[in-house]
Nanobody, 125 residues
Framework: VQLQAFGGGLARVGESLRVSCVAS????????MGWFRQAPGKEREFVAAVSWGFGSTYYQDYADSVKGRFTISRDNAQNTVYLQMNSLKAEDTAVYYC????????????????WGQGTEVTVSS
């Protein structure tokens, strides 16, 4: 699976951004997807995950730090997973990475087999 993330950029505190990740090379609908981020000088951390489909039902999981502000979604027809980020805070500044794996709703980076190159999000006050 090849993953390409894009859509990062610069935002002010309280604003919104959406990052996207396009997948190719494998049946996307059968991939569990996740977003992680890595701030300067910090370890990569889990942000959100979305399951592969159970019929038409998808499950999501969020880190406590983003719950209620971020929304992960997927469009299987477009082979794309999104992370909508609202009410951004300065501490959301990081490089955001999308990841794909076989097991749904994993929070550990080593449980994902495929990674995108990352897209940078900077939130200024």
């Amino acid at each position: 699976v090849q993953l390409q993330a894009f859509g990062g950029g610069l935002a002010r505190v309280g604003e919104s951004l959406r990052v996207s990740c396009v997948a190719s090379g494998r049946t996307f609908s059968r991939c569990a997807m996740g977003w992680f981020r890595q701030a300067p000088g910090k370890e990569r951390e889990f942000v959100a995950a979305v399951s592969w489909g159970f019929g038409s039902t998808y499950y999501q999981d969020y880190a406590d730090s983003v719950k209620g502000r971020f929304t992960i979604s997927r469009d299987n027809a477009q082979n794309t997973v999104y992370l909508q980020m609202n009410s951004l805070k300065a501490e959301d500044t990081a490089v955001y990475y999308c990841a794909a794996g076989s097991r749904s709703l994993r929070r550990k980076a080593n449980e994902y087999e495929y990674w995108g190159q990352g897209t940078e999000v900077t939130v200024s006050s």
